[in-house]
T-cell receptor
Framework: AQRVTQPEKLLSVFKGAPVELKCNYSYSGSPELFWYVQYSRQRLQLLLRHISRESIKGFTADLNKGETSFHLKKPFAQEEDSAMYYCALSGHVFTGGGNKLTFGTGTQLKVEL | KAGVTQTPRYLIKTRGQQVTLSCSPISGHRSVSWYQQTPGQGLQFLFEYFSETQRNKGNFPGRFSGRQFSNSRSEMNVSTLELGDSALYLC????????????FGPGTRLTVL
């Protein structure tokens, strides 16, 4: 069974402070990991995915298979980063993953001035 | 391109009734997935359709069903509504067959009284 755990419901940081949103997963095969973000009154949208290895809006995430983690990091938080962040996992195509996403419960990031 | 659209946006039903929700994917997208979002359970995968075939199904009772038409538009149906079916139902579409970025609609807010 696949599972995604986000231990923090709420993370509050000051503007300019580093941010780390934690995500751990459980999956027997080779997962694809994603971070989705939902800004206030906007749709859920993709922030980044591990296979692209990109930095989006200053955020990065590295897949650590040994620790089964995919933490989201940003060195300096901005006020506009305040949003709900969801970590999600998709199984490999050979194990029937398709486009099914298993989401964590989400972490609300609040950046205070 | 126009984004994913869902109709209706809000719906109020009573227990025992049935409901049909509609989703129009982004033009050219062949995969449509449905998710249920509740405060208690978070985002949970319902099912995915690709080229009119259901490829994946989540752990929901048989009262939840769906279909996809030849133009990729999708509908989901919930029969014999229960109070616990009150939720935000999200539809997402993607262009590729596997593990691709999903584009989410605004959701249909279903309230069961």
């Amino acid at each position: 069974a696949q599972r995604v755990t986000q231990p923090e419901k709420l993370l509050s940081v000051f503007k300019g402070a580093p941010v780390e949103l934690k995500c751990n997963y459980s999956y027997s095969g080779s997962p694809e990991l994603f971070w989705y973000v939902q800004y206030s009154r906007q749709r859920l949208q993709l922030l980044l995915r591990h296979i692209s290895r990109e930095s989006i809006k200053g955020f990065t995430a590295d897949l650590n298979k040994g620790e089964t983690s995919f933490h989201l990091k940003k060195p300096f938080a901005q006020e506009e980063d305040s949003a709900m962040y969801y970590c999600a996992l998709s199984g490999h195509v050979f194990t029937g993953g398709g486009n099914k996403l298993t989401f964590g419960t989400g972490t609300q990031l609040k950046v205070e001035l | 391109k126009a984004g994913v659209t869902q109709t209706p946006r809000y719906l109020i039903k009573t227990r025992g009734q049935q409901v049909t929700l509609s989703c129009s994917p982004i033009s050219g997208h062949r995969s449509v997935s449905w998710y249920q979002q509740t405060p208690g359970q978070g985002l949970q995968f319902l099912f995915e359709y690709f080229s009119e075939t259901q490829r994946n199904k989540g752990n929901f009772p048989g009262r939840f069903s769906g279909r996809q038409f030849s133009n990729s538009r999708s509908e989901m149906n919930v029969s014999t509504l229960e109070l616990g079916d009150s939720a935000l139902y999200l539809c997402a579409s993607t262009v590729a067959a596997i593990n691709n970025e999903q584009f989410f609609g605004p959701g249909t807010r279903l309230t069961v009284l």
